[in-house]
């Protein structure tokens, strides 16, 4: 059994920043990736950003420059520091897990940007 526990959601007023946590739990032997998805209501869910083991990432284009992943593998755990917000940013976040042969997902924690 593996779990995700996210924090580090909440309000904040455009211009200001969050740090988003995701703590993996169980069953796990091998990571493949791990990765932070976002969702607005109405809109589908997109990738936000990912870090491989190896420590490669990939960002949306429209968060480049103003987010960070980073990834502690000692604790599994994966951070998502999110600077310079906008009110377009505002969605539910998603941490996502990647096994060799299976993805689990987090519960999601709501990122609200407004003045």
């Known amino acids: 059994q593996v779990q995700l526990v996210e924090s580090g959601g909440g309000l904040v007023q455009p211009g200001g920043s969050l740090r988003l946590s995701c703590a993996a739990s169980?069953?796990?032997?091998?990571?493949?990736?791990m990765g932070w998805y976002r969702q607005a209501p109405g809109v589908q869910r997109e990738l936000v950003a990912a870090?491989?083991?190896?420590?490669?990432?990939t960002y949306v284009r429209s968060v480049r420059g103003r987010f960070t992943i980073s990834r502690d593998n000692a604790k599994n755990t994966v951070y998502l520091q999110m600077n310079s917000l906008k009110p377009e940013d505002t969605a539910v976040y998603y941490c996502?897990?990647?096994?060799?042969?299976?993805?689990?997902w987090g519960q999601g924690t709501q990122v609200t940007v407004s003045s």
């Open positions: 870090i491989t083991s190896g420590g490669s990432t």
């Open positions: 169980g069953s796990i032997f091998s990571i493949n990736a």
């Open positions: 996502k897990l990647d096994v060799p042969g299976w993805s689990y």
